[in-house]
């Protein structure tokens, strides 16, 4: 019986673009717009360096303005626009698979595009866990040093005052003030969903892909169990469109996708591996790295969760983002 081998199938160059393409677009975030594509961001994924400075100018103030006159010595003071920048943090990333395994598993028919499938998925799923991730050390930020601005906390409260609830998520939106009407998706635990779906809540929309889309008060509903969840204490995140920038490369010296052959495995009988790797930037909107706490040359999920990495850099309501404490 003829076996279907990784390096009958592959070809690197069109494996790593098939990789990047589909982490790019089949995703819950890019889909409800919360995720935007940045291409400042994937041009310096392909440049040297562990990080990068993405500099921004600040809005205009609210001063009154000037009252005019007729006196040429009455002369006005003009305002400065300010400034200021956000360090982004790359991550390089890389896993294998080994082709003993999934050789049995991919014989027959399309064996290449359940390999590219199966690979794509996994990088979607990560990118997704690196955002999560990120959004728990700004939250962890946010209430060390900024009185839990982004928060609307109620696990406080006694009774269903303390439940996820509609009104608790237009509390939660209110933290943006005048801009809580941009809000586009809300990101729950998988214990929340089952409270939205019991509630008869959810409403599908079409999709880009022909599919449908769940939402949830006419924001996109995105579905993970990374999100905190502690002594049943639930941590729900809204977005405005475009929160997060986000890009995806492969990287610039290694190859994207490259297979090993290791003939003496498996006592002679061979075996492959199938090695994939990305470069990936992932950024919320109005913070900045700040290299805190970083053990490697890319920050591990649990890093990027800390508060010592994360720091707001604009006022409160330049931030897409609010976040949503509750018991279920």
Do not use: C
């Not at 930020?141 to 839990?148: Q, R, Y």
């Not at 696990?155 to 269903?160: F, L």
């Amino acid at each position: 019986m003829a076996v279907t081998q990784i390096s009958d199938v592959v070809v690197p160059s069109e494996f790593t673009s098939y990789i990047v393409q589909n982490t790019m677009e089949k995703s819950a975030l890019v889909e409800s717009g919360v995720v935007a594509r940045n291409s400042a961001i994937a041009d310096q994924l392909q440049a040297g360096a562990e990080s990068f400075t993405v500099p921004f100018w600040n809005d205009l103030g609210d001063e009154e303005a000037d009252l005019v006159n007729d006196d040429p010595n009455d002369e006005s003071t003009p305002l400065k626009l300010g400034g200021a920048k956000q360090l982004v943090r790359k991550a390089f990333l890389h896993k294998s698979w080994s082709a003993m395994n999934l050789a049995s598993e991919l014989s027959g028919d399309d064996a290449l595009s359940r390999i590219q499938d199966r690979a794509a998925a996994y990088w979607t799923r990560q990118t997704q866990r690196r955002l999560i991730a990120s959004l728990n050390g700004i939250l962890a930020d946010n209430i060390a040093n900024f009185s839990g601005d982004m928060v609307e906390d109620i696990t406080g409260e006694t009774g269903s005052a303390a439940s996820f609830s509609a009104s608790a998520v237009i509390d939660a939106a209110g933290t943006l003030g005048d801009l809580m009407n941009g809000l586009s998706a809300i990101a729950v635990h998988s214990d929340i969903y089952k409270v939205i779906l019991k509630n008869d809540d959810i409403e599908y929309v079409p999709d880009s892909r022909g599919g449908s889309l769940a939402t949830y008060r006419g924001m996109a509903l995105i579905v993970d169990d990374l999100l905190p969840e502690d002594s049943g204490d639930y941590t729900s995140v809204l977005f405005s469109a475009g929160a997060v920038g986000f890009a995806v490369t492969e990287p610039r010296i290694a190859a994207g996708t490259q297979i090993e052959d290791k003939p003496s495995a498996g006592n002679g009988g061979g075996q492959q591996i199938l090695h994939s790797r990305v470069n990936l930037g992932i950024h919320p909107a109005g913070f900045s790295w700040l290299e805190g706490s970083v053990a490697a040359e890319s920050a591990s999920l649990a890093e990027l969760a800390l508060a010592a990495n994360w720091n707001r850099v604009v006022e409160r309501k330049a931030v897409p983002l609010a976040f949503l404490k509750s018991k279920v």
